[in-house]
């Protein structure tokens, strides 16, 4: 009933919430995309996405689609491999940034070595500058890390808006510095905090220093100070900071799949594949 192409087309669209970025990541025509999530709906009988001239939003039947389209594509990416059989072999060395790692990466890790036993997968979890550096010296074949919007670095896998965040109660007064916590240079939301606050002039103290995602959630719950996180991968129990605070605006971020040229195509595309396929919840926690 529900065509394969479609719901990878619509699951696309739901990811990346625009039209014009998924018909990218596919290699497809806006109007083809249009055209897919349209017979989508006509099969449905119901509407999935809303959308004007500035924006797409999932209904809630969007949400249940998208849900029903993971589970659909990997049963389908799993009967194609029982009856056609993995020719896929060899090393694979892929690296994540810690905090991504916390999502669900390890579960599309395990399903992507059952469909792919003959592939002997590495990973190393690090900061995106470090995993920037091995792809580029051929230490790794493919990475996913955060980058700015626009730099042109990797396929994009998702979108999101960074956010302060910091335990409920924690007050940020314009009279005295703002107490940052930070991951250790380089950092890309290091430089991006100290940029945004340089922008308006706003001080700030470094209150703590960390290696990794688990030493910044220790300090920003002991309440020593804020963070930067990703909108999607802050944890519940943390709060964003509202308007009131007077901190500016920290723009959007990307996870991007970054891949090593002289590595073998295949495996690299099939992990690829593997991790787009299930990016809309790389939920989890929040360099």
């Not at 479609?6 to 806006?30: C, D, E, K, M, P």
């Not at 944890?235 to 590595?263: H, K």
């Not at 073998?264 to 990016?279: D, G, Q």
Request: net charge positive; charged share 20%.
């Amino acid at each position: 009933m529900y065509s394969v192409e479609h719901l990878r087309t619509f699951l696309a669209v739901a990811q990346l919430l625009s039209f014009t970025r998924a018909a990218s990541q596919l290699g497809l025509a806006q109007p083809t995309v249009s055209q897919h999530v349209r017979k989508l709906e006509d099969a449905a009988g119901r509407p999935l996405l809303v959308r004007d001239t500035r924006s797409v939003a999932l209904t809630d039947d969007g949400e249940a689609m998208a849900d029903f389209a993971r589970t659909i594509i990997s049963a389908h990416e799993r009967a194609v491999d029982y009856f056609t059989g993995s020719g896929l072999s060899g090393r694979l060395r892929f690296g994540v940034t810690d905090d991504i790692a916390l999502t669900q990466v390890p579960t599309v890790l395990r399903d992507f070595r059952k469909l792919h036993p003959g592939i002997d997968l590495a990973l190393t979890v690090a900061q995106g500058p470090a995993l920037q550096r091995r792809i580029e010296s051929g230490h790794l074949d493919i990475a996913l890390v955060k980058a700015e919007p626009g730099e042109g670095k990797g396929r994009l896998v998702r979108r999101d808006r960074l956010i302060w965040a910091s335990v409920p109660g924690i007050e940020v007064t314009p009279d005295r510095p703002v107490p940052l916590i930070v991951y250790q240079a380089p950092s890309l939301s290091r430089a991006l905090a100290a940029r945004a606050l340089d922008a308006v002039g706003r001080r700030y103290r470094v209150t703590c220093t960390v290696q990794g995602v688990n030493g910044v959630l220790a300090a920003v719950r002991a309440g020593l100070g804020i963070a930067i996180f990703t909108h999607s991968l802050a944890p519940g129990d943390l709060a964003e900071l509202p308007p009131g605070a007077g901190l500016p605006e920290l723009g959007e971020i990307d996870q991007v799949l970054l891949t090593n040229p002289r590595a073998r195509t295949e495996p690299v595309e099939a992990l690829a594949n593997a991790i787009l396929s299930r990016a809309n919840p790389m939920r989890g926690m929040g360099h």
